[in-house]
């Protein structure tokens, strides 16, 4: 899969008024990761990674009503603090996880003192990229973003 020309991508891009460093912890601290992975009235448990080419990236996350959604994945590219690349189309050790959903990347870029948050969900096929929008691709990593930018602009410590 060409990354930057992915055919069945979605995407969603922000400025945050913090620096990338700050941005690629919150994303590859468990610890931090869980204070706000998901949408609104969701909460992430549970999160484990191991954080190098081919490691395991694993969450758990609950909805209100206590329903359970659990992903797994690998990262497949670390660039700190520019670029994570992962996707659950393999477990760790590299053995397919059977449904190969998407592979999502995040880029975050200098600008002027901030940073250009984009995540893009880069799917094997058509049906995919428009069941995962149909999911609510735009509200839910729209409101995971609002989270992660209320973290490292107001509740992280440098």
């Not at 969603?12 to 869980?34: G, H, N, Y």
């Not at 670029?83 to 477990?91: E, G, K, P, Q």
């Not at 050790?93 to 002027?112: N, R």
């Amino acid at each position: 899969m060409n990354l930057t020309t992915a055919r069945y991508a979605l995407s969603i891009s922000r400025v945050i008024d913090a620096p990338r460093q700050k941005i690629f912890r919150a994303w590859t601290e468990p610890a931090l990761l869980t204070q706000w992975w998901g949408p609104h009235g969701m909460t992430t448990p549970e999160c484990d990674m191991d954080l190098w080419v081919g490691g395991q990236f694993r969450t758990l996350m609950r909805a209100p009503d206590g329903s359970e959604y659990p992903t797994m994945g690998v990262f497949l590219e670390i660039l700190a603090p520019q670029r994570l690349v992962f996707t659950d189309a393999f477990l760790p050790g590299w053995i397919p996880s059977g449904k190969a959903f998407m592979t999502a990347e995040v880029l975050l870029e200098e600008v002027d003192g901030k940073t250009r948050y984009t995540a893009r969900a880069l799917h094997w096929s058509e049906e995919d990229r428009q069941a995962h929008e149909a999911m609510g691709f735009h509200e839910g990593w729209g409101e995971s973003l609002d989270r992660l930018e209320a973290l490292v602009t107001r509740g992280m410590p440098d």
